[in-house]
């Protein structure tokens, strides 16, 4: 089984800074794709950012030039480095991964989800 854990969500003000950690631990054998989706109240979850094994990156549109999605292989961690966050940033973010056991079993896997809010 294996455990996501995020950390780093809050309150910050439009224009502001926040950092998002998550870490995976459990029996794993291998993290594929780790990434953040989002969802707002009465919307769908979305993809924010996502980051293959392979550096491979993608940004949902809104979000280019402003989030920097990286990863700590050794650490089996990825970050979301959010800035000039606005008002339409303001979700419940959560963290995913395609991981592959020591049983050579393949799975998707959540976090609980972190708040972010951004209000003046």
């Known amino acids: 089984q294996v455990a996501l854990v995020e950390s780093g969500g809050g309150l910050v003000q439009p224009g502001g800074s926040l950092r998002l950690s998550c870490a995976a631990s459990g029996s794993i054998f291998i993290i594929y794709t780790m990434g953040w989706y989002r969802q707002a109240p009465g919307k769908q979850r979305e993809l924010v950012a996502s980051?293959?094994?392979?550096?491979?990156?993608k940004y949902e549109d809104s979000v280019k030039g402003r989030f920097t999605i990286s990863r700590d292989n050794a650490k089996n961690t990825v970050y979301l480095q959010m800035k000039r966050l606005n008002t339409e940033d303001t979700a419940v973010y959560y963290c995913?991964?395609?991981?592959?056991?020591?049983?050579?079993?393949?799975?998707?896997?959540w976090g609980q989800g972190t708040q972010v809010t951004v209000s003046s």
């Open positions: 980051i293959s094994n392979d550096g491979s990156i």
């Open positions: 995913n991964a395609d991981v592959q056991d020591y049983s050579s079993d393949y799975g998707e896997y």
